[in-house]
């Protein structure tokens, strides 16, 4: 008989298997998916770099590297990071396998059991599940059209020592909303005043359909309390699995030893092909591409469910990314309308909120479907609804 | 002021990183190493396979892929197992970014405080330094001439609850020992009657300079208590960070949602880059070519041990593999030749026992030095070492 897991994986399962198996599904429509649209992936450019890569390089290419990454490609993210606020040195950079394994070091790193960890209700299933396996004490701080509400985090903070706080400040996952600037500026200083750290994971900035975008949160950071995660999965490709982590000296330190014991380093080969992308190619060019599908996207989703949903829906017009948030009456439970009908897919809430478990709302993907799709699902979304809430009126 | 790390991280940091920092150290030969000989990479060959492979597959290579890898690579590992006595499904092999990953996931997976956990005295510094991030009991198991002493384990077994055993029983890390037969399949038998998890760390089984392999532990386990892990590093190329784990259902479920969380999957890509160059290529001719070299360069280093080292010295001789392991009288302190001389370096023991952190041994690597640095570096190591026991003796 094997032994038994550890107190971290004896818990239920993941709600991380089912989001992938629910994208799969045959037949049905998948609004469930975070993919990024496959047609759009830069291929002839990537595989150009390699190839162009593997002219200028020798043998020591393909050796074990640093636990931070290929280096110039640390320098461009350097200089990407000045834009956004964040004056950093390269020391302070370390390319990870997608933002994901960022988080999970952090949670690694940071929590044990009890600590006290703050999450945007509701939140990215993927942190979720990387924190949940070191059992922490849940807070839910609410979302609010400006982001999470921070006099409520002030709160938890006064009768609680909270640890962590983890945040998507730009078109979170899943609900599309943005945080204000004035927002960023006291979640900084919050992080310094009450010693937590904030993940600031922002993976969707460079995804913006209108407007302009703000400075990160990390931009206010004047103690060390705020950690940046970035990806290259939504604007290039999540096949090159390359993230990154930008931390302050101590924690970084740290983190270089917990990545040496967790995969010894990453790639040097992809780090110099996405290198080579840079130096070749007009990386923003490429992004207004996606940016010019995703937002026809968005406002077809915007429009299909305007049409066809029953007016006691409730749900999101992002700025940007990849999800709309949709919420149902109250007593409506979304997984019921998954199980009941399945023609149309989409992550139900229960999973996203660790505490409250909040069952009637949905995440909507609209940048996976094409325009038919995202109609047709939208048409076959609203009868399921408004059978279901047709049916719930008329058995009462 | 940012928060406290985890119990988990609060200890003394890593022997891993000294490791790495050693390996670079300027103007001393270095046998600290644990890199292959950049000069076999075979770096047109890999470049020709991405490049080749490029050409016959469209922009899906460059999506989100299974958590488990790509599913023809899963398919070749398959066979392969198969030689070494492991009869396996795909769907019981996950690609990992080398076999470090596997480690690492096994010890998150099934490691509490205080669990039993017994390795190889001495063992591997990147798996202890992944055990011991989750504070377990370690047992230290001594290694004879045939492997590791399971006498003494059994006694463990009979007074200590122990969850897991890591081993590496070809060209054991960093003793070079290779375990017999008979004690494959008495472990097997013995992790299945004492409920213990065996991890089979198996990267350098493919260089073997002489005599034949031996089947896998696994080969012999009848209850899913044996994991096995491989890799390309040592065959291939550290970059591609493309090592793979084996293990039975149960286990592979909570792997799969592990995986999830720590960094979603696998590149494609490079799964389809190592698919190809097997396809095009005879990976066991380059294996070969590998042999020859490496064979010759741990003769050298024994003729240049032999020939340097006062007779107060004792080393191994190993069939296989990257290490010579070298112990000197019980009263020497090997950190104290390295501080005293430092014109060659090598990994010093007490890192590598968790337990009794025993100083007077000395890993050095074969593999990444060549003829005249061997000649070289172990004059210096034999003059070091006697002016040591010299002045020892003269001080009493």
Same mark, same amino acid.
């Given at each position: 008989?094997?032994?038994?897991?550890?107190?971290?994986?004896?818990?239920?399962?993941?709600?991380?298997?089912?989001?992938?198996?629910?994208?799969?599904?045959?037949?049905?429509?998948?609004?469930?998916?975070?993919?990024?649209?496959?047609?759009?992936?830069?291929?002839?450019?990537?595989?150009?770099?390699?190839?162009?890569?593997?002219?200028?390089?020798?043998?020591?290419?393909?050796?074990?590297?640093?636990?931070?990454?290929?280096?110039?490609?640390?320098?461009?993210?350097?200089?990407?990071?000045?834009?956004?606020?964040?004056?950093?040195?390269?020391?302070?950079?370390?390319?990870?396998?997608?933002?994901?394994?960022?988080?999970?070091?952090?949670?690694?790193?940071?929590?044990?059991?009890?600590?006290?960890?703050?999450?945007?209700?509701?939140?990215?299933?993927?942190?979720?599940?990387?924190?949940?396996?070191?059992?922490?004490?849940?807070?839910?701080?609410?979302?609010?059209?400006?982001?999470?509400?921070?006099?409520?985090?002030?709160?938890?903070?006064?009768?609680?020592?909270?640890?962590?706080?983890?945040?998507?400040?730009?078109?979170?996952?899943?609900?599309?909303?943005?945080?204000?600037?004035? *927002?960023?500026? #006291? %979640? &900084?200083?919050?992080?310094?005043?009450?010693?937590?750290?904030?993940?600031?994971? $922002?993976? +969707?900035? !460079?995804?913006?359909?209108?407007?302009?975008?703000?400075?990160?949160?990390?931009?206010?950071?004047?103690?060390?309390?705020?950690?940046?995660?970035?990806?290259?999965?939504?604007?290039?490709?999540?096949?090159?699995?390359?993230?990154?982590?930008?931390?302050?000296?101590?924690?970084?330190?740290?983190? *270089?030893?917990? #990545? %040496? &014991?967790?995969?010894?380093?990453?790639?040097?080969?992809?780090?110099?092909?996405? $290198?080579? +992308?840079? !130096?070749?190619?007009?990386?923003?060019?490429?992004?207004?591409?996606?940016?010019?599908?995703?937002?026809?996207?968005?406002?077809?989703?915007?429009?299909?469910?305007?049409?066809?949903?029953?007016?006691?829906?409730?749900?999101?017009?992002?700025?940007?990314?990849?999800?709309?948030?949709?919420?149902?009456?109250?007593?409506?439970? &979304?997984?019921?309308?998954?199980?009941?009908?399945?023609?149309?897919?989409?992550?139900?809430?229960?999973?996203?909120?660790?505490?409250?478990?909040?069952?009637?709302?949905?995440?909507?993907?609209?940048?996976?479907?094409?325009?038919?799709?995202?109609?047709?699902?939208?048409?076959?979304?609203?009868?399921?609804?408004?059978?279901?809430?047709?049916?719930?009126?008329?058995?009462?």
């Amino acid at each position: 008989m094997i032994p038994r897991f550890s107190k971290r994986f004896e818990r239920d399962s993941s709600g991380l298997e089912s989001l992938f198996t629910l994208s799969e599904k045959k037949d049905a429509i998948s609004f469930a998916g975070g993919y990024p649209a496959e047609e759009l992936f830069p291929k002839e450019e990537l595989d150009a770099a390699f190839l162009k890569r593997s002219e200028l390089t020798d043998n020591s290419v393909y050796q074990y590297s640093s636990a931070l990454g290929y280096e110039p490609l640390r320098a461009k993210i350097r200089t990407y990071a000045k834009r956004n606020g964040i004056d950093c040195e390269i020391e302070n950079i370390m390319i990870t396998q997608g933002a994901q394994q960022g988080i999970n070091f952090l949670a690694d790193l940071f929590l044990d059991v009890g600590d006290g960890m703050a999450v945007e209700a509701p939140t990215y299933i993927g942190a979720l599940e990387a924190f949940a396996a070191r059992s922490p004490e849940f807070y839910e701080i609410e979302m609010q059209d400006d982001g999470l509400n921070l006099d409520q985090l002030e709160e938890v903070c006064k009768h609680h020592q909270l640890k962590m706080l983890y945040t998507v400040p730009n078109f979170q996952n899943p609900t599309g909303i943005c945080m204000s600037l004035a *927002k960023r500026k #006291r %979640l &900084a200083k919050m992080a310094s005043q009450y010693d937590f750290l904030v993940i600031e994971d $922002d993976p +969707y900035r !460079e995804l913006r359909y209108e407007g302009v975008g703000l400075p990160s949160i990390k931009a206010f950071d004047m103690s060390g309390n705020v950690v940046t995660l970035g990806s290259c999965s939504k604007i290039l490709s999540p096949a090159l699995r390359t993230g990154w982590l930008i931390a302050d000296e101590t924690l970084m330190n740290a983190l *270089k030893n917990l #990545r %040496l &014991a967790s995969d010894c380093n990453p790639s040097s080969v992809v780090g110099q092909m996405i $290198d080579e +992308y840079l !130096e070749d190619n007009d990386i923003n060019e490429h992004i207004e591409e996606i940016n010019d599908l995703y937002r026809d996207r968005r406002d077809a989703m915007i429009e299909g469910l305007k049409r066809y949903l029953p007016e006691e829906c409730d749900f999101t017009e992002p700025l940007g990314g990849f999800f709309i948030w949709l919420e149902l009456p109250e007593d409506v439970v &979304a997984q019921e309308i998954l199980d009941n009908y399945g023609d149309v897919t989409f992550i139900e809430s229960s999973t996203l909120f660790p505490v409250s478990h909040r069952r009637n709302c949905m995440r909507l993907n609209f940048t996976g479907v094409n325009d038919e799709e995202i109609e047709e699902g939208c048409r076959r979304l609203g009868d399921a609804i408004k059978e279901t809430l047709y049916e719930r009126i008329s058995v009462k």
